[in-house]
């Protein structure tokens, strides 16, 4: 679902890798959003935007981006995931974010 709403260097393009799990299937996208997918249907069933700024653990601040590189790490029931990449037009940024599952 494209979500760019008026931004710059924005577009809904997948060009990111993907990651997997059982069920589930995980994509960021050149908008900034991280999405899960069911693996049955393919309907989103997750989705978070990542190109924002967060507080970091050392008391910066991050800002997160573009989604187009690796795929999501996914490790001891949490989910890593970098955002900011500048290429093809997409937005600049330098997060790592991490999930855990709820």
Request: overall charge negative; charged content about 15%; some cysteine.
């Amino acid at each position: 679902p494209p979500s760019c709403e008026g931004r710059s260097h924005c577009s809904p393009a997948q060009s990111a890798a993907v990651s997997a799990i059982p069920g589930v299937v995980f994509s960021g996208s050149v908008d900034g959003h991280l999405r899960a997918y069911s693996a049955v249907d393919g309907k989103v069933i997750w989705d978070f935007d990542t190109s924002r700024e967060f507080p970091t653990v050392n008391g910066g601040v991050a800002k997160g981006g573009a989604m187009d590189g690796p795929g999501p790490t996914i490790a001891g029931g949490m989910l890593f995931a970098g955002s900011g990449y500048g290429t093809w037009g997409g937005a600049p940024g330098n997060v790592l974010l991490a999930f855990e599952a709820k």
